[in-house]
């Protein structure tokens, strides 16, 4: 484990001029009316940046900004829109490593997967570059022999976005790729554990040529404030937020006064299941990957790990043995697999659902939730057996590295067992029997299945979920609709 010096994050970087601590509105970088606040390396502890405390009214400039700047930016078109955002995103892979270094700073993944997230996020950059040319519409056959009709689609205006501290370049360039290729104005206010990496977006975005006020990045210690401006502002035409779903239910009610458009990708609940006939080594490798990716602080986690009664034991022994194996520690240390949580709640969390599952019955194979020395915010991972529909980590998204593993008898059990939930983001099952995986798959209630897989997460397919894990798509030709209002002209000739 690192010694917790102070990270002195300027040093770490080839290009230093990526790490910029103010708010970008209207192609300036500004200060905040309401001071700074601080970010700190969940690691070790330390303050690495006094982040510009917008205000809501330097918020509304910002939305001001995006509304004037909008009409132009529509009026280019699809392929010159398109050459903007390759611009941009040849310059995130042309950082890629800075701006993975910046992410694990402030968020604490290892930074293999925050090297991964920037190309997960630019990836969403180039798909809808390329989508922006795509934007079609149709003719309609008259309805009576005069009559011309003829379809198109137009950007739906000024897009706000609210995303949280787990995916913090990803996220938002999942919301601002197919908003700026359908010719929609941006304003993205990110979590304020993790405002770096939302900023040096921004740093490349006006390398990249994409014009003033098109893109503004909003930093604020205020998150409520922020809603409720990009909620109450007529400007907005449409709110996008990643998030928990206890706030998703706030902005949405806060966003019905306007009847403005959300779109919503909110907590999960995954099942892991796995069936007797499946490939247990695959099966482990997948668990280990979906788990444990992001020290489990991921919506698309698996939170319930089931697996049929002839293998339990065997799969039990397998995963503790694979998990034994990972190393915790600084995500800015090589050979790290897990880093720390984002906050000390967080691990009050985990250590919460391992006491009730141990209080109702299940039994600790490896680890038992300890916290580990040092100044960072560091938690053993954790496999508890004999879990049970009462525990905590039934209903509630643990969002950390604990791996609760359910025993059941038949495939309908199982599936009555995944569906017991009021989220439905992503689901994964492993099977070899065909017919298995063809009943299971449409049985499951989720926006997302994963089939002999533990990762599902692309920018070609349409992430989202049903029931309270959201509303919308992001991602996939699918992605750029959210940003887009449907016209119909009725022509008399
Ligand atoms: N479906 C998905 O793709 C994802 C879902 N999630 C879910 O989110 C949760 C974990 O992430 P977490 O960041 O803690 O979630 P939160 O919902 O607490 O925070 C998400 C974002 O919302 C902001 N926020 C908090 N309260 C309000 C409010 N009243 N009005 C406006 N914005 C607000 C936060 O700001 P600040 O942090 O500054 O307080 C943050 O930027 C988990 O439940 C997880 O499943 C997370 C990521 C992806
Ligand atoms: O915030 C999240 O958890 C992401 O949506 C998960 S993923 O898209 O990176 O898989």
Not at 377 to 400: C, K, Q
Request: glycine residues 10%.
């Amino acid at each position: 484990m690192l010694d917790h010096t102070a990270t002195n994050l300027a040093t770490l970087l080839d290009d230093p001029s990526l790490l910029k601590t103010q708010g970008y509105v209207n192609g300036a970088w500004i200060d905040g009316d309401t001071g700074t606040f601080e970010v700190t390396n969940p690691a070790r502890g330390d303050v690495i940046a006094e982040v510009a405390d917008l205000s809501r009214a330097q918020v509304g400039t910002a939305i001001d900004a995006a509304y004037a700047a909008q009409k132009e930016w529509a009026s280019w078109t699809g392929k010159e829109r398109a050459q903007a955002l390759r611009k941009w995103f040849d310059l995130m892979m042309a950082n890629q490593k800075d701006l993975g270094t910046i992410l694990t700073a402030e968020q604490g993944k290892p930074l293999n997967e925050a090297v991964g997230e920037i190309a997960y996020g630019a990836s969403f950059i180039e798909f809808f570059g390329e989508e922006a040319k795509r934007v079609y519409g149709e003719t309609i056959p008259g309805h009576q022999r005069d009559k011309r009709i003829t379809v198109m689609k137009q950007p739906i205006g000024v897009a706000a976005s609210i995303t949280p501290w787990n995916f913090p370049n990803a996220m938002i360039t999942r919301k601002a790729a197919p908003a700026l290729a359908a010719g929609c104005a941006f304003v993205a206010r990110p979590a304020s554990e993790t405002p770096l990496s939302a900023i040096a977006l921004a740093v490349l975005a006006e390398r990249a040529g994409i014009p003033a006020g098109v893109f503004n990045v909003v930093p604020s210690s205020s998150a409520s404030e922020v809603g409720k401006e990009f909620c109450e502002n007529p400007k907005v035409r449409k709110i996008t937020f990643t998030g928990s779903t206890e706030v998703g239910r706030i902005l949405l009610r806060q966003a019905a006064d306007q009847v403005m458009k959300c779109s919503m990708e909110l907590g999960g609940n995954a099942p892991f299941i796995v069936f007797d006939d499946a490939d247990l080594d695959a099966a482990v490798e997948g668990a280990i990957m979906c788990k444990f990716r992001n020290n489990g602080q991921t919506c698309v986690c698996a939170n319930r790990i089931y697996v049929q009664a002839g293998v339990y034991d065997a799969f039990a022994e397998k995963l503790k043995a694979a998990v034994a194996r990972m190393k915790v520690g600084d995500g800015l240390e090589e050979g790290t697999d897990l880093g720390p949580l984002i906050t000390t709640e967080a691990i009050e969390k985990v250590q919460q659902h391992i006491a009730d599952a141990k209080s109702k019955g299940a039994e600790v194979i490896l680890g038992g939730g300890d916290v580990l020395q040092g100044a960072g915010n560091f938690i053993e991972p954790t496999i508890v057996t004999g879990a049970t529909r009462d525990m905590l980590f039934s209903t509630d998204e643990t969002f950390g590295p604990l791996a609760p593993l359910f025993k059941f008898e038949t495939e309908d059990d199982v599936i009555e067992l995944a569906n017991d939930t009021i989220f439905g983001l992503a689901s994964y099952f492993y099977a070899k029997d065909l017919s298995r995986v063809y009943k299971v798959a449409e049985a499951l209630e989720y926006g997302i299945v994963g089939v002999n897989t533990g990762i599902i997460s692309t920018e070609v397919a349409p992430f989202g979920g049903v029931k309270q894990s959201g509303l919308g798509r992001e991602g996939s030709h699918h992605g750029i609709e959210d940003f887009l209002e449907m016209k119909y002209v009725c022509m008399s000739v």
